[in-house]
């Protein structure tokens, strides 16, 4: 550095991302990658997107005008209409919010909510990108280990009981993925939803429900919302067309009490006064010519193929004994327990031998900033099946059975 | 409020804009408005902007897909050509990131350098949009009172010295829009640009230039920015597309030393992964066609021409010794200076008779978040001329100035 900058707190408890590193190593010939959380470009609906772009030049003037913070209100009618059905009831205007992206979801109301110090409840393993986001506004973690059901319901009310008495006040969020969870799969159990919702209510924590895949089901029936169940109370509830149509819209949303919306709002106008609005009205465009719901069908036998592919071929390859793992429903991935492995370790061997995933430490806080018990990743690793082909699948499932034994 | 939401001391920090309820009032039929700082649709590319469009089909899978946090490739390549002869050198690709407005580069670098009670050095008047990020993050206030060529060495060299002497330390970072500046118009003098880069260095400040306005020059020669001056060294530079294409794109830009574009890029992860790929691919063709350099030349014959119109106006309504301007050699704004004038007493009156312009105020820090003097706002006003037609801007001016008799 040629200049004496002094940087933050919040600069000084940033980390570079060790995946990044991880992914450095994977960029080789011949690699089989299950390592990236990426959807398929192969299935995004191109020619499909393509065709809005006449709105471009029908409303130029009003797209490539600045928008309102609070989205752009062609989008914010579509979401509406499609978001009526999913969470039984019409969200008001003042209850919803167009991000860019949902990892703005996570920073807005983490700014809304967390001061440095604060204690934030989340699954373990969880999404490393919400870790890094609330890591940056100085949060710490409380985790709840959990299982093929999501939070079981003692381990949150231990976690939260805890929080209060060693704390001397609840952890001020609870953040969620309930729908095939990044990484684990897992889908919050139906039984333990009102439980769930219970707990945060008699403790006064609100909940992030992160759900950009819930859309993403291949098996079984869809459940309620948290915020759904909760009738809107104390839930802000977050979809993303980043798994459903593209990331590189970089449009999503969020649903919450009018109160909790209006400081996001007032967050997001000091962050980038609005989400693109070329990138809303395209969005827009392609949800009002009805290809939503028609991609959606297309993805899911996509990705359920690729699913299926990856089990059959995990239950083959893999070791007995030496790997644990549940089918997922939906959504992208596979969560396998590696029993007396360390998940580096193998990553290495497995990168010699051209097959990459993401070893389990990524999904955990560091124990430094853990409230409580922290928990160990090694002995657990994460297959994203979107990436490869089926024939890839089968010959990268191989090539870490070989690397496993 | 239904649910017991504990807000940050981010949160609580929030003020809602009080312009967003003066530009409710502004919002009936008739009215002339000099209040919004925004861009005249009426000159958008649109036809030229939704030729690129092509690349959406041409490159769908990888403009639809994640994006580098950094910037899209062809674009950084785009604005790396574009900005080598204003910089007087290349930026390196560790130099730039590109960002969701520039709007985004205060926020982002804004959190890399401050923690709340930090004091930021601002120009007043200034940019009411950077106080709210700014203040979002806990900062505070020192304002170096302006004149018709920017900060006062003097007044700068004051500012720095006693916020040394009363913080014992330097204040983090100095905040100035150097070209045709919101909402004074004034573009910091050439012979001063020099000597506030060597205060900044002298005390160890680093400067954010952030540069909106800086190709809307219809008259005279461009001046060296602060950035290129230093060699690229202390100074991050901003420049946007927002004034120059389209606001709706939401795509800006800094540039500035590695290591500090690193730690802004890190931030940028947790908030927003990376700027609308969609958007970036669309501002890159619009770039490669060459239509950037034409319509520059457009909007700038555009906006003199209204300049001009507004400029003829006020000094042939206005009554003699009441107001006193410097006319603009670019940009978007005229600032009156009303001598023994409340401008918010004088923004209702000329509301009632169909006029509307700021009034003063937005655009400087209260007194209570001001470390050293505060600036009173009252007898300050600022005109847009960019929005009106120049018959309305005609009209407008015989509006004011019969709410000033």
Known sequence: VTFPYALSGSALRIRPSPIR?????????????????????????????????????????????????????????????WLTPRLGRTPAPAELVVTTGSQQVVDLLGRVLIDPGDVVVVEAPTYPGALHTLRNLGARFAVVPCDGGGMPVDR???????????????????????????????????DRRPAVLDLARRHGVPVLEDDPYGELRFRGEALPSLYSLAGGEGVVWAGSFSKVLAPGVRVA?????????????????????????????????????????????????????KAAAMSAALAATLPPGRAAWQDPDGGFFFWLRLPECDSRVLFRRAVERGVAFLPGAAFFPDPAETVGAPVDGAPFARLCFTFATPDEIVEGCRRLAAALS
Chains 1, 2 share one sequence.
């Open 253 to 305: 949303w969020a649903v919450g009490e009018a109160e909790i919306i209006r400081s996001v709002v007032l967050v997001k106008q000091g962050v980038d006064l609005c989400t693109s609005v070329v990138s809303q009205a395209l969005t827009a465009e392609y949800c009002r010519r009805g290809h939503l719901e028609r991609h959606l069908g297309k993805i899911r036998a996509h990705y359920a193929a």
């Open 21 to 81: 590193e991880l992914f450095a190593m994977t960029r080789r010939p011949g690699m089989i990658s299950f390592a990236g959380g990426w959807p398929d470009p192969a299935i995004f609906p191109v020619a499909e997107f393509a065709e809005g772009v006449e709105v471009l030049s029908r409303l130029g003037p009003e797209v490539l005008q600045y928008g309102a913070t609070e989205g752009y209100a062609p989008l914010v009618e579509e979401l509406c209409r």
């Open 156 to 190: 949150l009310a231990e976690v939260l009981e805890r929080c209060r008495s060693e704390q001397g006040r609840p952890p001020k969020l609870i953040y969620t993925i309930v729908n095939f969870a990044n990484p684990s799969g897992a889908c919050l159990a139906a």
